[in-house]
């Protein structure tokens, strides 16, 4: 079983030609694109009993992720995403991010995980984000762990603070995936490729196996232990960019697990990975996000659009 835990919320996307809803959340996303990819995977997260919420769990039942967090009294969260000409998309928030009683449910739910992924809003903005901090040190003994740091800074403006918190979930993680926006934002002046290498060293021996970056029209480019490697991203027409980075982390992880690298009795195996192995995973993953930024909203492909995909190139 595959863990996502984070945010779920709606996201109202108005382009220059109307205004439309889709069901979104950076985790969420990544738990409806793993499992679209064919992996058993349970989402931790929020959302409340109203419409919004009614569609949130009507998205994740629709692509079979488990649902262990009952809905609650709040409203659900909502994401507002002003898409230009050009496709690219800027947000404004309205959230509330808590899960109470997680801790006491934690062995319950994380039994027999092999891998917890978790970023985003979820790591930063309080109560929650403490709640997900002690929930991947739990599960960091059994289970690798992936980590998205997707940062936003109309949500958590204070940099000082995100560059700490962000370090801390790096420390602990396996597996690490960051937008060359991210880097900049969190690094000014630093090249992005550099900011990537000092992450692989945070931890020690118990930090990241693997940073990847995401770089647009440039394409991915990671490190592991074993060396660098990079991809061209694949040549589409953009719908837009909603999702477009958690398609590529599902599908990052996808690859991961396809290789029978998740679990913490792999983390060497992991770490070890050759370059051309690391390509050849981002390759895949950098496919899943073209598929993405092809249509409207976050919308990640299925295991059959991937294996049509590979058979057509």
């Known amino acids: 079983m595959l863990t996502v835990i984070g945010e779920a919320l709606v996201d109202v996307v108005r382009r220059p030609s109307g205004e439309e809803a889709h069901v979104g959340g950076s985790p969420l996303n990544v ?3 793993l ?29 079979s992720v488990l649902v ?6 709040k ?19 309205d ?12 062995p319950f739910m994380l039994q027999g995980a092999s891998l917890l992924h978790t970023g985003s809003i979820a790591t930063m903005l309080e109560p929650g984000a403490s709640e997900v901090l002690a929930a991947v040190e739990y599960a960091h003994p059994n289970a690798t ?8 800074p109309s949500i958590i403006t204070d940099k000082d603070f995100a560059r700490e918190r962000t370090e801390r979930f790096v420390a602990l993680a396996d597996v690490v995936k960051a937008s060359d926006e991210d880097l900049e934002w969190l690094y000014p002046g630093v090249d992005v490729r550099d900011s990537a290498r000092r992450w692989l060293s945070l931890g020690g021996k118990q ?12 394409g991915p480019w990671g490190i592991t232990g074993a060396g660098e490697a990079e991809v061209p991203a694949p040549k589409v027409k953009v719908a837009d960019t909603v999702g477009a980075g958690d398609s590529f982390m599902a599908a990052l992880l996808s690859g991961i697990v396809d290789r029978g690298l998740d679990g913490a009795q792999n983390r060497q195996d992991l770490r070890a990975m050759p370059a051309e192995i ?12 073209a598929v993405t930024v092809s249509r409207a909203g976050a919308n990640p492909p299925t295991r059959a659009e991937m294996n049509a995909l590979a058979a057509a190139q």
């Open 278 to 289: 690391l390509r050849e995973i981002m390759a895949h993953a950098a496919s899943a996000a």
């Open 31 to 33: 738990a409806v694109g």
């Open 75 to 93: 409203p659900s969260s909502v994401a507002t995403a002003v898409v230009g000409d050009d496709g690219a998309a800027s947000y404004t928030f």
């Open 145 to 152: 762990i992936s980590f998205d740091p997707n940062c936003r």
């Open 207 to 218: 930090g990241p196996a693997m940073v990847v970056v995401t770089r647009g029209s440039a």
């Open 35 to 63: 499992a679209r990819l064919g992996h058993p995977v349970q989402f931790i997260g929020r959302y409340g009993q109203d419409p919004y919420g009614d569609a949130i769990a009507a998205h994740l039942r629709s692509s």
């Open 95 to 106: 959230l509330s991010w808590e899960l109470p009683g997680l801790a006491d449910r934690l």
């Open 68 to 73: 262990p967090f009952p809905p609650d009294g």
